[in-house]
Nanobody
Framework: QVQLVESGGDWVQSGGSLRLSCAVS????????VGWFRQAPGKEREGVGC????????YYEDSVKGRFTISRDRAKNTVFLQMNSLKVEDTAVYYC????????????WGRGTQVTVSS
């Protein structure tokens, strides 16, 4: 059974930093992406960025480019989201997503971790 567990969410002041972790277990997929999404109160869930298993390529949404960094520890099956220069508008529940990148592939979500940025 695939499980994704996020951790690292916290309260931080504007301009601060946090590192989120997504521990993935129970899978044996070869071709997949692990992505970070977020959902602010009253808003739709939006993508933040993702990393590909194929070549390690990383994609970021424009809103976080230059501030957020995705990395992975393959030995620990963990993906990280380093968030710097946090803004109040980054406040959201952050979710980890694993998507199998083959036709009809499965998709899995974690339960999320709360990030609150205050001014």
């Amino acid at each position: 059974q695939v499980q994704l567990v996020e951790s690292g969410g916290d309260w931080v002041q504007s301009g601060g930093s946090l590192r989120l972790s997504c521990a993935v277990s129970g899978f044996s997929l070869r071709w997949y992406t692990v992505g970070w999404f977020r959902q602010a109160p009253g808003k739709e869930r939006e993508g933040v960025g993702c990393i590909s298993s194929a070549d390690g390529s990383i994609y970021y949404e424009d809103s976080v480019k230059g501030r957020f960094t995705i990395s992975r520890d393959r030995a620990k099956n963990t993906v990280f989201l380093q968030m710097n220069s946090l803004k109040v508008e980054d406040t959201a529940v952050y979710y980890c997503n694993l998507r199998e990148t083959v036709p009809g592939g499965d998709e899995y979500w974690g339960r999320g971790t709360q990030v609150t940025v205050s001014s």
